[in-house]
């Protein structure tokens, strides 16, 4: 067989190929990057650098590289170094529909707490320091009376998050004891989080009770010994036991608990701080109302319903918080400065319940009226029309966004978006368009559903952020 023209197999004779002697030394490049030297330091330079030319070194033996490439090598570096300087973490553009979602980084701080982050962080602040007395503070003082007004505990204390909250809970009040909790109870929340993992990190005998859809106040009796430690009620935030259920609730226990001089701890997951049914949201249970039917211990998120930072947030009375507060585990979960910071900051908001709306980017995004969000997909469908045509086609639809991580699971909110569908029809060419959108520079997440790929308007703020990225699409799909 005749070998192939070489400008066939290798481009065209206009770009012809570079042999591997004639990349630059490394000596050269770095001189032709002068000002990035200068900037960025010779480190730095000098291993990307390397790290190009052994790239380019391995096309150019294989035949790939055009030689056009070589007059474009500083240029090429200084894309590779400010690829290297720009963090892995970046904002995204969530479109899922879920509004606290875990993957996307959960609630999104208001801007009180951006503020208090940005003031304190690059200054010493009063952390553990008694401003009265000059003396060593602890750090619960400064949340303590603010937490203990807003869910009328009479002592709290806060953690890492909520799983280190129940983790240290349970080991604080049963390690070497038993823990009882409700068949119906033992949730796996994600990840490694499993309730009788938990219990057995904590050093407590897991005691299950009752069945998978009903458990009775006799089987917690029956199940009560001198080993008992505690008695856990889990909220199964991220799955509903439906049709022929029985549940003991918290103020139905706490008696039974406290007959047998235990404490009663209940693991509310997402925790809102205020009634949400007040914002036309489907209920959930609050801490106040948790303690009000006499549980000794309440924990939850500082970044679900709540809309702070991540935090595990522990509310009770005296005897069982100071129990948790003295035990030495306590240390290693503690919350740091930098999420302590917006966690103040965030609850202060609740003390004007009437502005939460307002303040709360959670709040605010959950109660975001349906007719609003289906007119800004009204106003976009023209320019994302024209940005993904002719492949795709789009048109406005009501959605039902979810409020997620774990809350409220069955619950559905009214929302609108965008659905975006191939004209050829095949999955493959929607699954590109979902990868070109999470490749734009600030990454847009929809989400497939049944040939179609949506974008939930809901947490869309700013369509701006939307728009402005449309070039660049246009140009990623062409
Ligand atoms: C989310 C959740 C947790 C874990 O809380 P993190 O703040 O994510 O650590 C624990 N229990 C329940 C019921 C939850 O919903």
Redesign the pocket.
Same mark, same amino acid.
Request: charged fraction near 10%; hydrophobic fraction near 30%.
């Given at each position: 067989m005749a070998a192939p023209d070489e400008s066939v197999v290798h481009g065209s004779k206009a770009s012809p190929l570079a042999k591997p002697s004639e990349l630059p030394a490394l000596d050269k490049l770095l001189r032709d990057s002068a000002p990035l030297v200068a900037a960025h330091g010779h480190t730095l330079l000098a291993r990307e650098a390397r790290a190009l030319l052994d790239a380019s070194r391995a096309r150019a033996v294989a035949g790939s590289l055009p030689r056009t490439e070589l007059d474009a090598l500083p240029q090429a570096l200084a894309a590779q170094v400010q690829a290297r300087l720009t963090p892995s973490m970046r904002a995204v553009i969530n479109l899922t529909g879920t509004v606290i979602h875990?993957n996307l980084g959960r609630a999104l701080l208001a801007d009180a707490a951006l503020q208090q982050v940005l003031a304190l962080m690059a200054a010493p602040n009063n952390l553990e320091f008694d401003l009265d007395t000059g003396r060593r503070g602890d750090r619960d003082d400064l949340i303590e009376g603010l937490l203990c007004e807003l869910t009328g505990a009479e002592a709290a204390t806060v953690v890492n998050?909520?799983?280190?909250a129940?983790l240290l809970g349970i080991a604080a009040l049963a390690r070497g004891r038993e823990a009882i909790v409700s068949r119906g109870e033992l949730?796996e929340?994600g990840g490694a989080?499993r309730m009788p993992d938990v219990m057995s990190a904590a050093g407590a005998t897991l005691v299950e009770v009752g069945t998978t859809n009903r458990t009775h106040p006799r089987d917690y009796e029956q199940a009560i010994s001198p080993r008992t430690g505690v008695i856990v009620k889990?909220?199964t935030?991220?799955y509903a036991v439906q049709g022929f259920t029985a549940a003991v609730d918290e103020a139905t226990l706490a008696p039974i608990a406290h007959a047998a001089g235990l404490p009663l701890m209940t693991?509310?997951? $997402?925790g809102a701080l205020v009634d949400l049914a007040a914002y036309g949201l489907p209920a959930e249970p609050l801490p106040q109302a948790m303690l009000a039917a006499g549980c000794d211990v309440v924990t939850f $998120? +500082?970044?679900?319903l709540l809309g702070g930072p991540?935090a +595990?947030l522990i509310v009770g009375t005296r005897e069982a918080v100071g129990r948790i507060r003295k035990f030495p585990m306590k240390r290693a979960l503690r919350l740091s400065k930098l999420p302590f910071a917006a966690l103040e900051a965030t609850l202060r908001l609740y003390l004007r319940p009437e502005r939460l709306v307002q303040d709360l980017p959670t709040l605010r995004l959950l109660t975001r009226p349906q007719a609003q969000i289906a007119a800004l997909a009204a106003q976009l469908l023209p320019e994302l029309a024209a940005a993904v045509a002719p492949r795709f086609t789009v048109e406005t639809v009501a959605l039902q966004s979810q409020i997620g991580? +774990?809350s409220l699971p069955v619950e559905r909110l009214p929302s609108a978006g965008l659905a975006f569908s191939a004209v050829d029809g095949r999955g493959r060419t929607l699954e590109a368009l979902a990868t070109s959108l999470r490749g734009l520079p600030r990454p847009v997440i929809g989400r497939l559903h049944e040939h179609r790929l949506l974008l939930d308007l809901r947490c869309l703020e700013d369509p701006a952020l939307l728009t402005a990225q449309l070039a660049a699409l246009r140009e990623a799909l062409a």
């Open positions: 875990t998050n909520n799983a280190a129940v949730v929340i989080f889990v909220h935030s991220n693991d509310l997951g $997402s $998120s +500082g970044d679900k991540q +595990g991580s +774990g």
